[in-house]
């Protein structure tokens, strides 16, 4: 059975970086998408960005310039970074794991990314941006 | 970049009886790329549905999804408390975006 457990730090400073992490078990890490979401309180759900196992990384483009994820493979972890933050940041965010389906263009193109869902999540960590 | 609409806001059931739930999408989308969720406030959202129609592990029957093009479907058969909850639809173009909820609540 997989698990993402989550943990960092729950108030942070405004202009400050937000920095979690989420610890996989149970199941390989490899061969799939590696994802944070957020919810700020009482509103929907934002997608943040993702990385694959192989260290490739995709973000929102309204978070981009202030985001990185990265990975570690030796501990099954993957983490993420978000800077200059303002009281709009504070939220409860999740890591998940991506699931993919993909279609074969042609012998001569990559295959192209056809679905990405969400199938295992962690218990979420509320950040609060506060002096 | 897609936006999902979904409607109602908020749909006022009782237990037993039927519920569905509509995602429209600004442009047509594929039914590979829509995605249905579950989430009970205060915890992580589950996976209901991929692929527009296709139920997730442990997924009970009552729980189908239809549609195609801008307009999707989540129906809920023979309401049970546990279905409660905010629902939330999610389609992944060149990258992720989610409708805003319907929360169905105890009429």
């Known amino acids: 059975q997989v698990q993402l457990k989550q943990w960092g730090a729950g108030l942070v400073k405004p202009s400050e970086t937000l920095s979690l992490t989420c610890g996989v078990y149970?199941?390989?890490?490899?061969?799939?998408?590696w994802t944070w979401i957020r919810q700020p309180p009482g509103k929907g759900l934002e997608w943040i960005g993702e990385?694959?196992?192989?260290?490739?990384?995709n973000y929102s483009p309204s978070l981009k310039s202030r985001v990185t994820i990265s990975i570690d493979t030796s501990k099954t972890q993957f983490s993420l970074h978000l800077s200059s933050l303002t009281a709009a940041d504070t939220a409860l965010y999740f890591c998940?794991?991506?699931?993919?389906?993909?279609?074969?263009?042609?012998?001569?193109?990559?295959?192209?990314?056809?679905?990405?869902?969400?199938?295992?999540w962690g218990q979420g960590i509320l950040v609060t941006v506060s002096s | 970049e897609i936006v999902l609409t979904q409607s109602p806001g908020t749909l006022s059931l009782s237990p037993g009886e039927g519920a569905t739930l509509s995602c429209r999408a600004s442009?047509?989308?594929?039914?590979?790329?829509l995605v249905w969720y579950q989430q009970v406030p205060g915890q992580a959202p589950r996976l209901l549905l991929y692929?527009?129609?296709n139920r997730a592990t442990d997924i009970p029957d009552r729980f189908s999804g239809g549609g195609s093009g801008t307009d999707f479907t989540l129906s809920i058969s023979r309401l049970e408390p546990e279905d409660f909850a905010v629902y939330y639809c999610?389609?992944?173009?060149?990258?992720?975006?989610f409708g805003q909820g319907t929360r169905l609540e105890i009429k």
């Open positions: 990385i694959s196992h192989s260290g490739s990384t």
């Open positions: 998940a794991r991506g699931r993919e389906s993909y279609t074969i263009l042609s012998a001569f193109k990559p295959p192209r990314r056809e679905s990405l869902h969400f199938d295992y």
């Open positions: 149970g199941e390989s890490f490899s061969g799939y998408s």
């Open positions: 442009q047509s989308v594929g039914r590979t790329s």
């Open positions: 999610q389609h992944y173009g060149t990258s992720v975006t």
């Open positions: 692929g527009a129609s």
